[in-house]
């Protein structure tokens, strides 16, 4: 009973460290995502590399890198910081390429138009290419999501004190391994179903009317992992 | 005649894609209120000619003038310039995610700044010229391919453009709805606003264009009033094009 | 001690590593790839109770952390008598995660195949299971190449991980490198540039692979 507590606590910080890394990876992810697809050749050139470095690297070796670097770099950011950032960042580069997809299937027309009734290029983008592919992301999102949620387990490797860390610490008292780690298991699974849930009342709710056969179209490719 | 201003004059456009040319030297005005069709075989440049017209694509060479103004000019703003130049196109390309009254009031509430209230007004009187205002609500999906392109049409009107350019309307309708927006556009012409339209609607060119461009491999061909062109072509290809599509049209005339 | 000297100490040591994380990318796959299979046609054609454990199986795996996985299998097991090495551990913690996703990917490849397929293997006179072994898997195969070469370069990546619970591959041995000569950072880059390289590598191979594969004129989006 007195370990309801501590994961309660673990559940609560591993929650922060999503909500936090998602929302820089959505930041960043969003720009680069139009630096592709707007911008101009180096530009694009740059984004792919940094694209290519965050996707290839494990998530644990961009953890280690941001949590030893900083020190080498005379920063010293605390392990929690460094791993919203080292996969804050690493999430970037994947919802780069959800929110490139999703741009890039739009019809080109869409531009056209908006450009034809004199909006500028960055209105033309506010307020008519970014709604449409917010919408249209939504389904991939959700699995970055539920991918993210799961990432946040390896910040216990460089001493970031979540749920599985928590959990380590009442084994270490209750010597109940499995009962402990079937626990935390259970956790991220209703953490994930509940999030996907969540994503998909979004997407209902925004859905524009007689468009549904397009999102679930989107929809077919969600086993992607 | 000649008392009416010359609203669009476009002198010896220009424009390659590669090595490809594809328009070679056009010119030609349109005086206020009138309406000119232009027709040609596809792949000639029709669709690059109206994009060079309003900057959506930057001729290689060559002037345009709205109104007096030289438009072609490096220093002239084109989003100013494209709030008064309406473009219907070939696919509607109404804005997905918004409604038919969204679509409309979009441009007056992001682009002229109109306050909420009067843009709304604004685009339903637009959408009752186009006979739609009780489809308002009804986002592009939920509309038949007429109904979206008669809300285009609004969208465009809404601006109050000196000059309205279509690309082949009615070209990705079913046969059925066709009518509806030539309906539209005939009185549209009527009413005085000039619009420059590329159709093969000979129907719609006969009863209210006042000249009929013929474009073939980047050139003007030939051109003339309606009844000198159908009936009196100078050139084999005109004539010979000309037969192709009342073969694919149809020369009923009225629709 | 400059950066290029050190990279020349310390890569022995991280060669072994590196042939480790090889390894063990290449068994868990493989186990991946035989239980995968069987639970993707568990859930596509099983009955009742084997179809709720394949999905019951999948979705657990695929809701819950790959470490905690192997904390399960390395810390928990053994309560239950089940005690092995942390390279095995990780392998089958490995293994066992990477099933659920190719399950998937196999489980999507196959509802993607036309129903005609089917219908004209029955019409010639197989059997239901001779019809999918036969007509269907081996175009599933083909169809499910791109998201597996994708989730081989994941477990490859994963594979990390592996370290936590202390089997012998490239981060394990980072770690124990920069704990005698405390210089972290300066390792951990020379492994993700290893990590970099490999998974470059290998998405380029199996670009290769792809395209010698392809059916001619049958398109696979
Ligand atoms: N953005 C572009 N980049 C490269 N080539 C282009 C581009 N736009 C048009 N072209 C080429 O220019 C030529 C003319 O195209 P355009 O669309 O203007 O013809 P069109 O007369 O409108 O034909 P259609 O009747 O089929 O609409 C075509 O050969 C086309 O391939
Ligand atoms: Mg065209």
Same mark, same amino acid.
């Given at each position: ?51 290519? +470095? ?9 953890? +280690? ?33 959800? +929110? ?126 | ?17 590669g090595k490809e040319k594809v328009l070679k030297g056009i010119s030609f005005s349109v005086k206020e209120g009138e309406t000119k069709v232009i027709i040609g075989p596809s792949g000639t440049g029709k669709s690059t000619l109206l994009r060079c017209i309003n900057g959506l694509t930057k001729p290689d060479k060559g002037h345009v003038w709205l109104d007096g103004v030289e438009i072609t000019n490096s220093n002239v703003n084109l989003d100013r310039v494209r709030q008064s130049i309406g473009m219907v196109f070939q696919n509607f390309n109404l804005f997905t995610h918004l409604t038919a009254l969204d679509n409309v009031r979009i441009g007056l509430v992001k682009v ?66 066709? $009518? ?12 005085? @606003? ?7 609607? @000979? ?14 491999? $980047? ?30 049209? $149809? ?5 | ?82 005690k092995v090495p942390s390279i095995v551990a990780a392998l089958l913690g490995l293994g066992l995660n990477s099933a659920a996703y190719q399950a998937e990917y196999f489980r999507g490849a196959i509802q993607s195949i036309d129903e005609g397929q089917m219908m004209a293997a029955r019409a010639l006179g197989m059997k239901k299971l001779q019809a999918i072994l036969n007509i269907l898997i081996p175009q599933a195969l083909r169809i499910v190449i791109p998201s597996w070469s994708n989730e081989l370069i994941y477990t490859l990546k994963y594979s990390s991980v592996a370290y936590i619970i202390g089997a012998p591959e490239l981060m394990a041995q980072a770690k124990f ?45």
């Amino acid at each position: 009973m007195t370990s309801i507590f501590p994961l309660l606590r673990g559940t609560i910080t591993t929650l922060e460290l999503t909500i936090l890394l998602l929302a820089i990876g959505l930041a960043i992810g969003i720009f680069l995502a139009l630096g592709q697809v707007y911008g101009p050749l180096p530009v694009v050139a740059v984004i792919n590399i940094y694209e290519r +470095f965050f996707r290839s690297i494990p998530a644990l070796v961009l953890l +280690f890198l941001f949590f030893f670097g900083s020190s080498y770099f005379g920063l010293s950011l605390s392990p929690f910081l460094s791993a919203v950032l080292a996969l804050g960042f690493r999430s970037s580069a994947y919802q780069s390429q959800i +929110f490139r997809g999703a741009i890039q299937s739009i019809d080109e027309g869409q531009m056209m138009a908006a450009r034809a009734l004199g909006m500028k290029g960055f209105q033309a983008i506010k307020c008519i290419i970014l709604p449409q592919a917010i919408r249209l992301a939504i389904p991939p999102w959700s699995n970055e999501y539920s991918s993210v949620l799961k990432d946040t387990s390896l910040a216990y490797a460089v001493g970031v004190v979540e749920l599985v860390r928590e959990g380590r610490y009442i084994i270490v008292r209750t010597f109940e391994p499995m009962l402990v780690y079937i626990t935390i298991a259970l956790v991220y699974f209703v953490l994930t179903y509940a999030g996907n849930k969540l994503l998909a009342f979004l997407e209902k709710k925004l859905a524009v009317p007689g468009y549904e056969l397009k999102l679930k179209e989107a929809k077919s490719t969600k086993y992607e992992r | 005649m000649s008392d009416k201003t010359i609203i669009l004059k476009i002198e010896d456009i220009h424009k390659s894609y590669g090595k490809e040319k594809v328009l070679k030297g056009i010119s030609f005005s349109v005086k206020e209120g009138e309406t000119k069709v232009i027709i040609g075989p596809s792949g000639t440049g029709k669709s690059t000619l109206l994009r060079c017209i309003n900057g959506l694509t930057k001729p290689d060479k060559g002037h345009v003038w709205l109104d007096g103004v030289e438009i072609t000019n490096s220093n002239v703003n084109l989003d100013r310039v494209r709030q008064s130049i309406g473009m219907v196109f070939q696919n509607f390309n109404l804005f997905t995610h918004l409604t038919a009254l969204d679509n409309v009031r979009i441009g007056l509430v992001k682009v002229k700044k109109l306050p909420r209230d009067v843009a709304t007004e604004k685009a339903i009187a637009m959408l009752k010229k186009v006979g739609l205002e009780k489809k308002a609500h009804l986002y592009p999906a939920q509309l038949s391919g007429g109904q979206q392109q008669r809300v285009s049409i609004a969208r465009a009107l809404a601006m109050d453009p000196k000059l309205i350019l279509f690309d082949e309307p009615t070209s990705a309708l079913d046969p059925e709805l066709i $009518g509806e927006v030539l309906y539209v556009m005939k009185n549209l012409a009527e009413s005085g @606003m000039t619009m420059v339209v590329v159709s093969h609607e @000979m129907g719609f060119a006969r009863s209210v264009c006042d000249e009929i461009i013929f474009l073939d491999k $980047g050139v003007v061909v030939e051109q003339g009033p309606p009844d000198v062109l159908f009936n009196h072509p100078r050139n084999k290809r005109t004539r010979e094009f000309l037969c192709k599509i009342s073969e694919l049209y $149809g020369e009923s005339g009225e629709r | 001690m400059s950066l290029l000297s050190l990279i020349k100490e310390i890569s022995p040591q991280l060669l072994e590593g590196t042939l480790v994380t090889l390894q063990l990318t290449g068994f868990a796959i493989s186990l991946g790839f035989v239980i995968g299979m069987f639970l993707a046609l568990g859930r596509l054609y099983g009955r009742g109770p084997v179809r709720k454990f394949c999905i019951g199986y999948i979705e657990f795996f695929r809701g819950t952390p790959l470490l905690v996985q192997l904390f399960i299998v390395y810390y928990g097991l053994p309560r239950y008598g089940i005690k092995v090495p942390s390279i095995v551990a990780a392998l089958l913690g490995l293994g066992l995660n990477s099933a659920a996703y190719q399950a998937e990917y196999f489980r999507g490849a196959i509802q993607s195949i036309d129903e005609g397929q089917m219908m004209a293997a029955r019409a010639l006179g197989m059997k239901k299971l001779q019809a999918i072994l036969n007509i269907l898997i081996p175009q599933a195969l083909r169809i499910v190449i791109p998201s597996w070469s994708n989730e081989l370069i994941y477990t490859l990546k994963y594979s990390s991980v592996a370290y936590i619970i202390g089997a012998p591959e490239l981060m394990a041995q980072a770690k124990f490198i920069a704990a005698e000569n405390f210089r972290y950072f300066e390792v951990f880059l020379v492994v993700a540039f290893i990590y970099l390289v490999i998974v470059s590598l290998l998405s380029w191979i199996l670009r290769i692979i792809e395209n010698r594969v392809r059916i001619p004129g049958l398109q696979t989006s």
